[in-house]
Protein backbone atom coordinates (compact mmCIF):
# COMPACT_ATOMS: atom_id res chain seq x y z
CA UNK A 1 0.00 0.00 0.00
CA UNK A 2 0.86 3.58 -0.81
CA UNK A 3 -0.94 6.82 0.51
CA UNK A 4 -0.13 10.15 -1.66
CA UNK A 5 -0.52 13.24 -0.47
CA UNK A 6 -0.07 15.95 -2.94
CA UNK A 7 1.09 19.98 -1.74
CA UNK A 8 2.18 22.94 -3.10
CA UNK A 9 -0.75 24.18 -5.63
CA UNK A 10 -2.17 27.90 -5.42
CA UNK A 11 -2.68 30.75 -7.53
CA UNK A 12 0.28 32.31 -10.12
CA UNK A 13 0.14 34.62 -12.91
CA UNK A 14 1.08 33.48 -15.96
CA UNK A 15 4.69 33.25 -16.72
CA UNK A 16 5.35 32.41 -12.82
CA UNK A 17 6.62 29.11 -11.32
CA UNK A 18 5.27 26.44 -9.15
CA UNK A 19 6.68 23.55 -7.47
CA UNK A 20 4.00 20.61 -6.49
CA UNK A 21 5.31 17.76 -4.05
CA UNK A 22 3.80 14.41 -3.19
CA UNK A 23 4.67 12.71 -0.52
CA UNK A 24 4.31 9.00 0.29
CA UNK A 25 3.74 6.34 2.94
CA UNK A 26 4.98 3.23 2.65
CA UNK A 27 8.79 1.56 2.99
CA UNK A 28 8.33 0.60 -0.85
CA UNK A 29 7.88 3.82 -2.66
CA UNK A 30 11.24 3.71 -3.77
CA UNK A 31 10.63 0.86 -5.89
CA UNK A 32 7.50 2.61 -7.74
CA UNK A 33 7.83 4.71 -11.12
CA UNK A 34 5.94 7.91 -10.22
CA UNK A 35 4.10 10.24 -12.70
CA UNK A 36 1.57 13.59 -12.15
CA UNK A 37 -1.71 14.24 -14.28
CA UNK A 38 -4.07 16.95 -14.16
CA UNK A 39 -7.54 17.42 -14.83
CA UNK A 40 -9.90 20.18 -15.69
CA UNK A 41 -13.47 20.03 -14.75
CA UNK A 42 -14.99 18.00 -17.64
CA UNK A 43 -12.10 16.79 -19.39
CA UNK A 44 -10.42 13.76 -19.03
CA UNK A 45 -7.17 13.54 -17.04
CA UNK A 46 -3.90 13.77 -18.99
CA UNK A 47 -0.77 12.63 -18.37
CA UNK A 48 1.92 15.38 -17.50
CA UNK A 49 5.24 13.68 -16.42
CA UNK A 50 6.55 10.27 -15.27
CA UNK A 51 9.94 9.47 -13.28
CA UNK A 52 11.34 6.14 -13.00
CA UNK A 53 12.16 3.76 -9.36
CA UNK A 54 15.96 5.87 -9.47
CA UNK A 55 14.89 9.23 -11.19
CA UNK A 56 16.97 8.14 -14.16
CA UNK A 57 14.25 7.95 -16.56
CA UNK A 58 11.78 10.14 -17.34
CA UNK A 59 9.04 11.31 -20.01
CA UNK A 60 6.50 14.26 -20.43
CA UNK A 61 3.71 15.81 -22.06
CA UNK A 62 4.61 17.51 -25.38
CA UNK A 63 2.65 20.51 -23.81
CA UNK A 64 4.78 20.36 -20.98
CA UNK A 65 7.90 19.81 -22.43
CA UNK A 66 10.61 22.55 -21.92
CA UNK A 67 8.70 24.00 -18.78
CA UNK A 68 8.22 21.48 -15.93
CA UNK A 69 10.46 18.94 -14.69
CA UNK A 70 9.85 15.78 -12.71
CA UNK A 71 12.24 14.72 -9.61
CA UNK A 72 12.01 12.47 -6.83
CA UNK A 73 14.25 12.41 -3.92
CA UNK A 74 13.34 8.65 -2.51
CA UNK A 75 14.96 9.65 0.89
CA UNK A 76 12.61 11.58 1.78
CA UNK A 77 9.67 9.76 0.03
CA UNK A 78 8.58 12.60 -2.09
CA UNK A 79 7.89 13.41 -5.80
CA UNK A 80 8.15 16.86 -7.41
CA UNK A 81 6.66 19.01 -10.21
CA UNK A 82 8.63 22.08 -11.05
CA UNK A 83 6.72 23.95 -13.24
CA UNK A 84 7.80 27.28 -14.84
CA UNK A 85 6.72 29.39 -17.08
CA UNK A 86 3.10 28.65 -16.45
CA UNK A 87 0.15 29.57 -19.07
CA UNK A 88 -3.59 29.80 -18.12
CA UNK A 89 -4.21 26.61 -19.83
CA UNK A 90 -1.81 25.10 -17.28
CA UNK A 91 -4.51 25.13 -14.72
CA UNK A 92 -6.19 21.97 -13.35
CA UNK A 93 -6.29 19.94 -10.34
CA UNK A 94 -3.10 18.37 -9.97
CA UNK A 95 -2.85 14.27 -8.99
CA UNK A 96 0.33 12.14 -8.07
CA UNK A 97 0.59 8.56 -9.00
CA UNK A 98 2.35 5.35 -8.13
CA UNK A 99 2.92 2.42 -10.96
CA UNK A 100 4.40 -0.73 -9.17
CA UNK A 101 6.69 -1.55 -12.02
CA UNK A 102 10.00 1.06 -10.91
CA UNK A 103 11.51 0.93 -14.45
CA UNK A 104 8.52 1.85 -16.29
CA UNK A 105 7.29 5.31 -17.36
CA UNK A 106 3.50 5.12 -17.98
CA UNK A 107 1.38 7.83 -19.70
CA UNK A 108 -2.59 6.14 -18.77
CA UNK A 109 -4.33 6.53 -16.05
CA UNK A 110 -5.42 2.97 -15.43
CA UNK A 111 -2.08 1.63 -15.99
CA UNK A 112 -1.20 3.44 -12.00
CA UNK A 113 -2.35 1.74 -8.70
CA UNK A 114 -2.21 4.88 -6.75
CA UNK A 115 -3.50 7.91 -6.90
CA UNK A 116 -3.31 11.63 -4.04
CA UNK A 117 -6.55 13.51 -3.68
CA UNK A 118 -5.18 16.26 -5.59
CA UNK A 119 -4.07 19.95 -5.64
CA UNK A 120 -5.49 22.76 -7.23
CA UNK A 121 -3.44 24.92 -9.60
CA UNK A 122 -4.65 28.33 -10.73
CA UNK A 123 -3.18 30.20 -13.55
CA UNK A 124 -4.12 33.76 -13.97
CA UNK A 125 -3.76 35.80 -17.16
Known amino acids: QVQLVESGGGLVQAGGSLRLSCAAS????????MGWFRQDPGKEREFVAA????????NYADSVKGRFTISRDNAKNTVYLQMNSLKPEDAAVYYC??????????????????WGQGTQVTVSS
Open 97 to 114: AAHSVGWALPTQTYEYDY
Open 26 to 33: GRTFGSYA
Open 51 to 58: ISWSGGST
